[in-house]
Each structure stands twice: as C-alpha cells, then as structure tokens.
T-cell receptor, first 111, second 116 residues
C-alpha cells in the first residue's frame, strides 16, 4: 500500500527562523511528489517534483526530492506569520488523478 | 474564471438522509476528483474522473456515488448519510494528466458536512 509520511506533525517557530519540513514515501509506482499549503480553506499548489536533486524554488520556499532515499524536504527561509499553515505532501501514482496525501505538518510562526 | 466552486459550504444531515454535493469548474479541465479531509488523516481520494462519462473509485469510495455528464460538473452523492461521513469535502480539478510535467490540481473551497 502506498504511504506518505510527514514530519514533524506540528512546529512552532519565531518569525525569521528557517524551517525544514520532511516528507517520506513508500510507493509502488512513483511519478511525482507534490507540496501544497493549506491555510483556512482549500490547499494551494506549491511545487511538483519529479527528478532527484533538482531544487524547485519560489521566493523563500524551496523543495528538493531524493528518489534514492525516498524523501523530499520543503524549506522556508526567513519565515513570516503568513507562512502559518498546514503543509501537505502528496504522491502522484500516475494513475489518472490519484494523489496519496500525507497527514500534513502544521506550522505556526509567531512574532 | 471562477475556478473550482463547491456548494453548499456547510450542511447538516440526519443519519439516513441523502444529498448531493455540487462541484463545478470553468477551466475546461478534464481531470476532477473528490477528497475528504478528516483530522489526523490527511486528504483521502473518494472518486475521480478523467473526462466526461468516465469515473473511477479512489481510496474510500463506499457510501458515495459520482457521475460526470459534462466536463464542467462533478457532483458527489451521499446515498444514505452516516456519522462516519462527517468530514470536510474538497473537489479538485486539473488540466494536465498526472503523468505530465505540469500536473497542478486546483481545489475548491470545501464543504463542511456534519451527519448527526
């Protein structure tokens, strides 16, 4: 059975800190790994990763995939209170629209 | 573009009642999915569709039906509501197939359902 495990479950940091969120996966047919940010409502797409070692970057957020060790990390530098959210990692099996989600990491950024 | 819209935003049902959660998108996306989100469980796929007239089961399909008569609409029907179906339901759509290099799902705002 495909599985996506995220750690830590929750995290509290001070504004300006750098955080690293982890996502490990066990899958039978890897296609891609996706990161989403969920604030109060719907998840919003951050990154899709398909190749090992290639960093994707958007502003203060970056992510990288290690297909040999089966994990991905999401880094957020110089955190702001607006980064407070649940960050979801999902694996795409490539079978139609099937995404398997992890339970998420709840990040709280305090002043 | 309105994106992905869902109605209603909130719903309370009694056990045994049936209802339909509506989902529509105006982006001409072929791929649409329904997820439920429960505390500590993440998002779980209920049903999905790869185009009008084609649907398939996801991870947790029992108790739910779907149909896809048009590209735009993908309603989710609860046949006989149970307290275990209390959850937040998200509809999502995407243009590209999951095998593409540009697979991005757009989520609707969600429907919070309580079954008593």
């Amino acid at each position: 059975e495909d599985k996506v495990v995220q750690s830590p479950l929750s995290l509290v940091v001070h504004e300006g800190d750098t955080v690293t969120l982890n996502c490990s996966y066990e899958v039978t047919n890897f296609r891609s790994l996706l990161w989403y940010k969920q604030e109060k409502k719907a998840p919003t797409f951050l990154f899709m990763l398909t190749s090992s070692g290639i960093e994707k970057k958007s502003g203060r957020l970056s992510s990288i995939l290690d297909k040999k060790e089966l994990f991905s990390i999401l880094n957020i530098t110089a955190t702001q209170t607006g980064d407070s959210a649940v960050y979801l990692c999902a694996h795409n099996t490539g079978t139609a629209s099937k995404l398997t989600f992890g339970t998420g990491t709840r990040l709280q950024v305090t002043l | 573009n309105a994106g992905v819209t869902q109605t209603p935003k909130f719903q309370v049902l009694k056990t045994g009642q049936s209802m339909t959660l509506q989902c529509a998108q105006d982006m001409n996306h072929e791929y649409m999915s329904w997820y439920r989100q429960d505390p500590g469980m993440g998002l779980r796929l209920i049903h999905y569709s790869v185009g009008a007239g084609i649907t398939d089961q996801g991870e947790v399909p029992n108790g739910y039906n779907v149909s896809r008569s048009t590209t735009e609409d993908f309603p989710l029907r609860l046949l006989s509501a149970a307290p275990s179906q209390t959850s937040v339901y998200f509809c999502a759509s995407s243009y590209a197939p999951p095998t593409s290099g540009n697979y991005e799902q757009y989520f609707g705002p969600g429907t919070r359902l309580t079954v008593t």
